[in-house]
């Protein structure tokens, strides 16, 4: 059972930045977290889950929703299990609960938070002056 701790949220003026982390434990036994595609999603209040981006276990394939491509990026720490989601620029319509989400899948993503095994509680992020 796959367990995500996210942190990092919180708030931030319109322009500014953010990084949002997803602690990753509990693997199966030889999977590491590069054995998972990540995604990670979000949901405005009264609004359904959105995918925001995602990358393949190997990182050869990320795919970012139209709102946020030149803005958010997505890292992951082999060694440290955890991975990373890099705001910039943020604007009010950013706000939202955030959530990283992992599958063992290999060779792909998408922005669908229905193909993901384990996710995270989620973390507030709220864009505002």
């Known amino acids: 059972q796959v367990l995500l701790v996210q942190s990092g949220g919180g708030l931030v003026q319109p322009g500014g930045s953010l990084r949002l982390s997803c602690a990753a434990s509990g693997f199966a036994s030889g999977f590491t977290l590069d054995s998972y595609a990540i995604g990670w999603f979000r949901q405005a209040p009264g609004k359904e889950r959105e995918g925001v981006l995602c990358?393949?276990?190997?990182?050869?394939?990320?795919t970012y929703a139209d709102s946020v491509k030149g803005r958010f990026t997505i890292s992951r720490d082999v060694d440290e299990n955890t991975v990373y989601l890099q705001m910039n620029m943020l604007v009010p319509e950013d706000t939202a609960v955030y959530y990283c989400?992992?599958?063992?899948?290999?060779?792909?993503?998408?922005?669908?938070?229905?193909?993901?095994?384990?996710w995270g509680l989620g973390t507030q992020v709220t864009v505002s002056s």
């Open positions: 990358t393949s276990s190997d990182g050869s394939i990320t």
């Open positions: 989400e992992v599958t063992a899948v290999q060779g792909a993503c998408y922005l669908d938070y229905g193909w993901y095994d384990y």
